[in-house]
């Protein structure tokens, strides 16, 4: 028979229709992930099946030269299924029903002369209604069945499933493509030490962490070729090449050289001819293709409202959008900031206001999976009376005072930098005392930072940053981490003064009362602190305690 391959985008399977294979050949496809269909090849759905991967792929081009497209839809396909159980169903039915008449027939009494011939007949008797129990159970799970493979290929077509599916795609082809630079990345650096094998190591070498080993250094570049350790490959991170663990440890081990050498000779370059059949390649191109079919298939069932262009003053349903998020990844509308059309006397949970007084609230929502006809873009005058009571409630709303952020001079940071280590000498005191009744060890106060704005901005990103900004309360105290340190330092020493750049201490000595550091860039103009700072300061040595 003719052998050949198909691919459905719908349910991103491959299908061979091979007929039957031999057993080791059967083993072989088993281990690869393809599953035979003994019974879909009696209705031609395919011998056997796998969901996509480029090297799934190359197994199906191996008995096919195309891979064709897969005539039979998954509504086909579904409804073939259907179909199926009906006919298990309607056996079952048949076989219930034979089972209750021949039950039926049969006498409800025993009384035979024989005992033993009477408890025999009565356990037949049993056994038959038995089974016409059984067969009615087995009818009831194939109808049940019939109906969730019918509803379970429904809603994989519906066009909010498809654009979920779409996302996920995308998130694929992002992590594809971050594979994929990775591997140029890794593949231009083994070209590098293949250049230079001596100057890379004598580079590495040179480093603090290995403090000039260069044996330490030629074995940590060798991890690197190989792609194993900490410096795995983005490619194939658990399975490196066999060359690297037969030659490494022979007796005669090859020079750095021949490693990168041999890793170039049996990769293919970015950009490069072969790089078209690499897995990598070949899953970005299949990616792209089911986005781009998806896209279509979506278009064709009236399309999205994720994939209009929102903007603030538009309308959805009828409410009047008043803000437009998109996501930094796609670009496309993600949520909407709407108003409701109407005063209401709850908030949000359902719970009445103190007052009784309704409130116009606010509320998002996710459109991304919403049909586009629940979006109607704002008229000229609509837009335009929309802008002009942005416009007046921003000019009405109370101006937010702004904290100044000074960059202090040597003096008012070594002044304020004194301040800080004394209020937290005196809290380490009062812990030590008040934990052991004495003060042990002793108290080492940090020191002023000197730094350029790129250092400090490099080191000041995210949560759990080293570096940031902090306000300065009058007397010089600095507010605390703590998301209620500011309420708390208000409520102490009043309305904040400034703020200043900052970061973790070196001081301390090993306790958790470590001073903070005060930043100075020295590439940007300094300025002198606010006379507020130091108003509350009447001795070098205060008595308040940071909260």
Sequence with gaps: MEQYATYSPEDNKLRLYIGRVPRDEYLKLKSQGWKALFKQREAGGGDFVATWTPERRNTALTYSDIIYDEDMGPEERAADRAERFAGYRDKRQDEAIGHADRYESQPTAHGFQSEKRAEKAAARHDRIGTRATDAWDKAEYWTRRTAAVISHALYKSRPDVR???????????????????????????VQEIAADPEGAIT?????????????????????????????AHPCNPEAPHAYYFEHQKGENPPSLADYAAHYLSTHHAPDSEGWETTSISTTIRHLKLRIAYENQMLEAQGGRAGNLEMIPGGFLGSRQIQKVNKSSKTGRVVSVLVQDNKPSFTNHYGNPFPDGIGRILSHTIEVERLAADVYRPPTEEELAEFLAKRKAA????????????????????QRLQSLWNSHEKEEWEESEIRRHGRCDGEFKPSTILRTTQATYSANSKGSYCAAGTRQVFPGGHECGLHYTSLDKGRSKYGQEVCQVRR????????HYHVPSRVIILTDKPQKPLHSAVWDAVKTPSLQLVTA
């Design 503 to 510: 970061t973790r201490g070196d001081g301390g000595d090993g």
């Design 203 to 231: 580079a590495i070498a040179a480093t603090r962490a290995y403090g000039g080993d260069a044996n330490r250094a030629k074995k940590d570049l060798i991890d690197i070729i190989a792609g194993y350790g900490k410096h």
């Design 394 to 413: 921003k000019a009405a709303a109370p101006k937010a005072e702004t904290i100044p952020l000074i960059n202090p001079t040597d003096e008012d940071a």
């Design 163 to 189: 654009m979920g599916r779409i996302k996920v795609l995308e998130s694929d082809l992002r992590a594809a493509e971050k594979t994929q630079e990775q591997y140029a990345s890794h593949f231009l650096r």
